[in-house]
Nanobody, 117 residues
Framework: QLQLVESGGGLVQPGGSLRLSCAAS????????IGWFRQAPGKEREGVAC?????????YYADSVKGRFTISRVGANHTVYLQMNSLKPEDTAVYYC?????????WGQGTQVTVSS
């Protein structure tokens, strides 16, 4: 089964930035759409951003993060990034990356992002 690994979470002050990474063990994500989701305490998991395959490159964002977050991929290291700027306390959540490879959904273990002064 595909193993997705997220990293880059942490504690940051409001207005700060973090960059999350998503990679797969022994698998190249380049030709698959990858999504970032988040789940705050007591709330449902919600979609944050999505990027199409490396050959298409289209990106999509939730309204709540447009203009602040940027999803991208670097083909050389087969990694998908979520650059998060101008962070707000309401961005606090566990962030997950998601891939659907040939009809099989896979989630990472999640990385905690806490925005607090």
């Amino acid at each position: 089964q595909l193993q997705l690994v997220e990293s880059g979470g942490g504690l940051v002050q409001p207005g700060g930035s973090l960059r999350l990474s998503c990679a797969a063990s022994k698998f190249k994500l380049d030709y698959y759409a990858i999504g970032w989701f988040r789940q705050a305490p007591g709330k449902e998991r919600e979609g944050v951003a999505c990027i199409n395959s490396i050959t298409e490159g289209n990106t999509y964002y939730a309204d709540s993060v447009k203009g602040r977050f940027t999803i991208s991929r670097v083909g050389a290291n087969h990694t998908v990034y979520l650059q998060m700027n101008s962070l707000k306390p309401e961005d606090t959540a566990v962030y997950y990356c998601y891939a659907n490879i040939n009809g099989v959904p896979s989630w990472g273990q999640g990385t905690q992002v806490t925005v607090s002064s």
